[in-house]
């Protein structure tokens, strides 16, 4: 009689052993698929920091080339001639030129205030409300400025209510007893002008409670909150 190696026979799988072979292969599957994922994210953040590495060394080149660039109108600007300092004097780039020519750098955001007063003072309150809406900083000064500038405009326009709107904004931005004492006064007097004579009133309560230090605040904040108050 022959004798048959029972290890040669093929043995039928039974269910569980087939479905741990089949979790298994999920699980190996769901590992590679991850790894593939992580491979995939940290290819693109180191493409993403390259480039924005790129990016800013490149804003800054163009930044140091604004800069230069905006001297001469800056100082025409400074001067008060600011025909010369919007369209430049023919040897010079005026500030309209050097915005347009590097849009989007740090320089160009501080010309777009520069420029915005400039049109106010020739009058072109539209334009000047364009790029004066286009300047957007974080310090303590330069933000609160450009909308006082904004408040200066509407005010100018003859639209006191939005005057006064800005000049809130102003002196409420990173308060302090420098400045915000005199955007108070400046939102005051809008407010008076078309007769919110309660809002005018807070206006100058504010600066005799907050900023007594001030340069309005024992003398001008005092009697035209007394003045007020007889109003109300």
């Given at each position: 009689m022959k004798i048959i190696d029972i290890n040669s026979i093929p043995r039928k799988q039974n269910t569980t052993q087939k479905i741990a072979h089949s979790e298994r292969e999920k699980i190996a599957f769901s590992i590679k698929r991850r790894k593939r994922r992580i491979y995939i994210i940290s290819l693109l953040v180191i493409v993403l920091s390259s480039s924005l590495?790129?990016?800013?060394?490149?804003?800054?080149?163009?930044?140091?080339?604004?800069?230069?660039?905006?001297?001469q109108a800056v100082y025409y600007f400074e001067a008060e001639d600011f025909n010369k300092a919007l369209e430049g004097d023919g040897m010079h780039k005026g500030l309209l030129e050097v915005v347009k020519s590097y849009p989007y750098t740090k320089t160009a955001n501080l010309l777009n205030l520069y420029i915005?007063?400039?049109?106010?003072?020739?009058?072109?309150?539209?334009?000047?409300?364009?790029?004066?809406?286009?300047?957007?900083?974080?310090?303590?000064?330069?933000?609160?400025?450009?909308?006082?500038?904004?408040?200066?405009?509407?005010?100018?326009?003859?639209?006191?209510?939005?005057?006064?709107?800005?000049?809130?904004k102003a002196a409420h931005y990173k308060t302090n007893s420098?400045?915000?004492?005199?955007?108070?006064?400046?939102?005051a007097i809008a407010f008076e002008s078309v007769n919110q004579y309660k809002d005018?009133?807070?206006?100058?309560?504010?600066?005799?409670?907050?900023?007594?230090?001030?340069?309005?605040?024992?003398?001008?904040?005092?009697?035209?909150a007394s003045r007020l108050s007889a109003l109300l």
């Open positions: 590495s790129g990016w800013h060394f490149y804003q800054e080149k163009k930044d140091i080339k604004a800069q230069n660039d905006s001297f915005g007063v400039a049109y106010m003072h020739q009058k072109a309150y539209d334009k000047a409300l364009q790029f004066l809406n286009r300047s957007h900083f974080k310090d303590l000064i330069l933000q609160a400025r450009a909308w006082c500038v904004m408040g200066d405009v509407y005010s100018e326009q003859g639209n006191h209510k939005q005057a006064a709107t800005y000049y809130m420098v400045y915000s004492p005199g955007y108070l006064v400046k939102a005018a009133y807070h206006c100058y309560q504010e600066i005799v409670e907050k900023f007594p230090e001030s340069h309005y605040g024992n003398d001008i904040a005092l009697k035209e």
